[in-house]
């Protein structure tokens, strides 16, 4: 059986990794501090044989018993309502989060795999976003910490796979939605749903007129696979590359739920991105794209968010 260490397990993406590989008879090592992430997204994992939960912060030193084969790196804030409120740690868990985890990786043998982020690229100037683009970062403006987190989060791993010879890969991972994100999330599908169900006014940053592509988490979870078992060492995008803006979001989020929210505009956030399109080219070489419409994918959100309100 194939050992696989998933830091930020109890996370919204890492949970869902965590379902995935133990239906694959896989034994899964969870770790997490619950910081942001929930004990409740894992526990349905708990009294099987092949899982096995650590609450430790990967800031710090860890040790791992036993074989490892895999290290997937999914520990951070990722919304920019965490990421604000935990600037510190956010930085934290990109530098020191990531040697630690390629230090067990290294240690181990392990493949390592890295949760990166489409805000590498920043307020991009180019679109879609290949990943040859360098990005438009704003280092010391609200978005930073993450943004330079996740850069540096790059960067030390790319040194270990060419000073160390590890083997490593990187995951650009764009918006991604599905079942258990967090109602306090901060990020816009959430914020929309539970607006629209709350019966409260729909709130849209800006115009509205600024773009997303949003990429199911079945999707994204079989992207992350199929990089993981692939050769490319290099950063891959994985997302879906349907653009829309976000009042064309908000309109299909009203109409799904029924709802007759009034749609209120407030001023733009920061170094907010104009838009945001994953080149997707690299990851379909590898045998992969989305299936999930949003109009799917939203009414599966949606029932998992009416639920939650009835608990």
Request: charged share 25%.
């Amino acid at each position: 059986m194939k050992r696989i260490l998933i830091t930020g397990g109890a996370g919204f993406i890492g949970s869902h990794l965590c379902n995935l590989f133990c239906t694959n008879d896989y034994y899964v090592i969870c770790m997490d501090n619950l910081i942001t992430g929930k004990a409740e997204n894992i526990t349905h994992l708990i009294k099987r044989k092949n899982f096995e939960f650590i609450k430790h912060n990967i800031t710090q030193y860890a040790k791992v018993s036993g074989r490892i084969d895999y290290v997937l790196h999914f520990a951070s804030p990722a919304s920019p309502a965490d990421y604000l409120k935990f600037p510190i740690q956010t930085l934290k868990v990109g530098s020191l989060g990531t040697h630690n985890a390629l230090g067990i990786a290294k240690a181990k043998k392990a493949r390592f795999l890295l949760a990166s982020t489409s805000e590498i690229y920043g307020d991009p100037l180019v679109n879609p976003q290949p990943e040859a683009y360098w990005g438009n970062v704003n280092p010391i403006g609200p978005r930073g910490v993450y943004d330079e987190a996740k850069r540096f989060a790059e960067a030390i791993t790319m040194a270990y796979h060419r000073y160390h010879k590890l083997d490593t890969r990187i995951a650009r991972i764009f918006n991604t939605y599905g079942p258990r994100m967090r109602k306090d999330d901060g990020r816009v599908i959430p914020n929309f749903i539970c607006q629209t169900l709350g019966g409260k006014p729909i709130t849209i940053y800006g115009t509205g007129k600024q773009t997303r592509s949003f990429c199911y988490i079945s999707d994204l979870v079989n992207g992350i696979y199929k990089l993981l078992m692939s050769d490319e060492c290099n950063p891959v995008n994985i997302g879906n590359p349907n653009e829309m803006s976000l009042l064309d979001l908000a309109k299909i989020i009203l109409k799904l739920t029924g709802s007759y929210s009034r749609i209120i505009y407030k001023c733009l956030p920061a170094d907010d991105p104009k838009v945001r399109c994953p080149d997707i080219r690299k990851i379909k070489k590898l045998s992969w794209q989305p299936k999930v419409d949003i109009k799917k994918g939203l009414e599966k959100t949606i029932s998992f968010f009416k639920e939650s309100y009835r608990r």
